[in-house]
């Protein structure tokens, strides 16, 4: 039984910190929270289930797909609502209202576009499951709880070894000290959009295989908003460590207290960790956070 | 010149409100009243029922048959050479809707009996109108007792024509016990929803009752998606079947997550399950699954409306609400032509005294104590091969 909810509170924190990870990649260089990401990853698991059904793609296509679409509405979305902003130096209480109102539209546009239908995506891996021990985990959460891995260790491995990584970290900490070094903003602003879009497609397509598409999909992410806050807004392995964090403390509140009262822990953890450390577990000093 | 333009347009206010005013108070609709008082020229019966949002595919298909069947009555003649008309209103299966449509309907529209809603929550919502109003008011797919029955005092202009959570979740229990030979079970349910609530409940009396053991009870709040945690601890106790009387969405999602954990067992629903969505929603993992129902498209009782369905709409009603939305209409036709007034407590106490009358789903006899019909069988469906297979008729013991 301890395995067990350990392995599914793993699998729910993987998939809490990869849309966290989304998050925090975008506070870091903005300082903002960027609320439209939900819907990004709402419209990658749209994406993804038209290329799988309609155009009858394979499944590493559809994967493809799915990310593209996110990087297509990360860096559009950035050009459009953010960029006007930036250069008007708004403050990222700007940002962020203009985030929800992104949020907001992408969501009524599917519901103008596609209807409240919920799609459900065809059984691509089946359902067989693994056994490891006493316990069981589908074959789609180890998949998806790999891939997210590998997508998480590839951002981390992009970003302290490669000459762009090194200009957004750089803008993390003072943009426009990083602007006077000769790194291009906008260049790496677009940049870090495609990248959280690219992880929200990824967050999408296996959000939608695992549940299904719906318009309002894109609120799942408030928990991993949570996570990301609790393991600290702006860094990378905090909201890794908040994803899984509060994964597990789901998965064991549901197993050992009771189901009904598990978000009441969720937030609860969310008050105590910012009351004891206001930065979160990993986070960096800032002094603005929205 | 500012100040000129907002004097106009104050006028103009005005003047659009005047005309508004004297367009309501025409003394012709007085007029318009029927020499006889006690049944008008046309008989508006109120039709409450979700035609857009989540409950949006049975009710449009309702919508659809209680019109078809509305036409039947009157080209037979109607009741007693006056024409039924319906009314139809969308509720979106929301409480607060449902209460707006049935006081416009009592209101304006002036109905003199209203036939809904689908959901126990929102007619539970609606008596808040139609008893005072005292408008009779037939549940179509509301199952939960206190529809009718509120702290044992029955309400006097609230009826049903189907059975009730209690007796959903005692064909279940019994059926899980006697057909499928289950000896243990777990619960997963609904704790937002009053109808999972209800099931749940009266499935684990029932199923104590035959003498089977509940290895494990586990809830959730409406909109939940991930339940691996709480079907992780009901597969520790190894139940034969795992009984989910939730929405289609929720139990499909389930099912996929407990085939997921291995768990290898039986589920069992309730009649929420009954719609093509938890195939599309659940795909392999549903498969096999029983549910109970309220009616089935392969009901020999029904054939005959189902061709004729098909024949206007070009396609299969979406059951069992057009069924027993058309029961309803048939009780309400029958009262008032019994009755022989349109007036409300008359009706009801026609309704009261209901006995074998000839619905489309079966024979309906009303026990006056409770406003329910009595003994109404069930239907036992199983989800195969990517379709809904009628297993039988079943009448608990």
Redesign the interface.
């Known amino acids: 039984m301890l395995l067990q909810t350990t392995i599914t509170g793993l699998a729910i924190g993987g998939i809490y910190a990869l849309m966290a990870v989304g998050y925090s990649l975008v506070f870091s260089v903005l300082n903002f929270s960027n609320f439209a990401h939900g819907s990004v990853i709402m419209l990658g698991a749209y994406a993804g289930y038209f290329v799988l059904t309609k155009a009858g793609a394979s499944f590493p296509v559809a994967l493809a797909g799915s990310m593209l679409a996110g990087v297509i509405l990360g860096v559009t979305n950035e050009r459009l609502a953010y960029r006007p902003l930036r250069v008007r130096n708004a403050r990222p209480l700007y940002f962020m209202i203009s985030a929800m109102g992104v949020a907001i539209f992408l969501e009524n546009l599917v519901y103008a576009t596609l209807g409240a239908h919920f799609y459900s995506y065809p059984e691509v891996l089946g359902r067989s499951i693994v056994r490891l021990g006493g316990a069981s985990i589908g074959i789609l959460d180890l998949f998806a709880l790999a891939f997210s891995s590998v997508a998480i260790t590839g951002l981390h491995f992009f970003l302290h070894n490669t000459k762009s990584g090194l200009a957004i970290r750089a803008c993390s900490f003072d943009m426009t000290v990083a602007s006077l070094f000769g790194v291009r903003i906008d260049r790496i602003v677009g940049l870090v959009f495609a990248l959280a879009g690219a992880l929200a497609g990824l967050s999408g397509i296996f959000l939608g295989m695992k549940y299904m598409a719906y318009p309002t999909m894109g609120w799942i992410t408030n928990k991993a908003y949570v996570a990301a806050v609790i393991g600290g807004l702006g860094s990378l392995p905090g909201a890794v460590i908040g994803g899984i964090v509060l994964g597990l403390l789901e998965t064991f509140v549901s197993v050992y207290i009771s189901s009904i009262i598990r978000d009441v822990f969720s937030f609860s953890a969310l008050v105590l960790v910012l009351l004891a450390m206001p930065n979160g577990l990993m986070g960096r000093y800032v002094e603005e956070k929205i | 010149m500012k100040r000129l333009l907002a004097a106009a347009m104050v006028l103009c206010l005005l003047g659009f409100q005047l005309c508004g005013c004297g367009g309501g108070t025409k003394p012709g609709d007085q007029a318009k009243v029927p020499d006889e008082p006690g049944v008008p020229e046309v008989i508006k019966i109120g039709h409450a029922v979700a035609l857009t949002?989540?409950a949006s595919i049975w009710g449009q298909s309702e919508s659809n048959a209680l019109k078809m069947w509305a036409r039947k009555v009157n080209e037979q003649g109607g009741i007693d050479g006056k024409k039924i008309e319906l009314v139809t209103y969308d509720t979106r299966a929301d409480s607060v809707e449902a209460v707006n449509v049935a006081k416009r309907m009592i209101e304006q529209d002036k109905v003199v009996a209203i036939i809904g809603a689908a959901q126990s929550g929102v007619t539970i919502a609606m008596t808040a109108v139609t008893e005072p109003a005292k408008v009779p008011l037939i549940g179509t797919t509301a199952t939960n007792p206190e529809v009718t029955v509120k702290d044992g005092v029955v309400r006097p202009h609230t009826f049903r024509v189907c059975f009730i959570d209690p007796f959903q979740g005692t064909v279940a229990a019994q059926f899980a016990s006697t057909e499928l030979g289950a000896k243990t079970a777990a619960v997963l349910y609904d704790?937002g929803s009053d109808y999972s609530s209800w099931l749940a409940q009266y499935f684990i009396e029932a199923f104590e009752k035959m003498g089977g053991t509940i290895v494990g009870k586990?809830?959730?709040?409406t909109g939940e998606?991930?339940y691996?945690?709480?079907l992780?601890?009901l597969?520790?106790g190894n139940p034969d079947v795992i009984f989910i009387p939730t929405a289609q969405?929720e139990a499909?999602?389930a099912m996929?997550?407990a085939?997921?954990?291995?768990y290898e067992g039986k589920f069992l629903g309730g009649d929420n399950w009954g719609s093509p969505?938890i195939i599309?929603?659940?795909?392999?993992?549903v498969e096999g699954g029983y549910f109970v129902n309220l009616a089935s498209l392969e009901d020999p009782d029904i054939q005959d409306f189902i061709a004729e369905y098909r024949g206007e709409y070009g396609s299969d009603p979406v059951l069992p609400n057009p069924v027993m939305a058309i029961d309803a209409l048939i009780v309400l036709v029958e009262a008032i032509k019994k009755a022989g007034s349109t007036d409300g407590d008359a009706i009801c106490k026609a309704i009261e005294e209901i006995k074998d009358l000839q619905a489309l789903t079966g024979k309906i006899t009303y026990d006056p104590q409770t406003h329910n019909p009595l003994n109404k069988p069930a239907i036992i469906q199983q989800i195969k091969d990517g379709e809904f297979i009628y297993v039988e008729k079943y009448v608990t013991s």
Do not use: H, N
């Open positions: 949002g989540d704790v586990e809830a959730f709040r998606l991930d691996r945690a709480m992780g601890k597969k520790e969405k499909a999602l996929k997550q085939r997921d954990l291995g969505d599309e929603l659940g795909g392999s993992a």
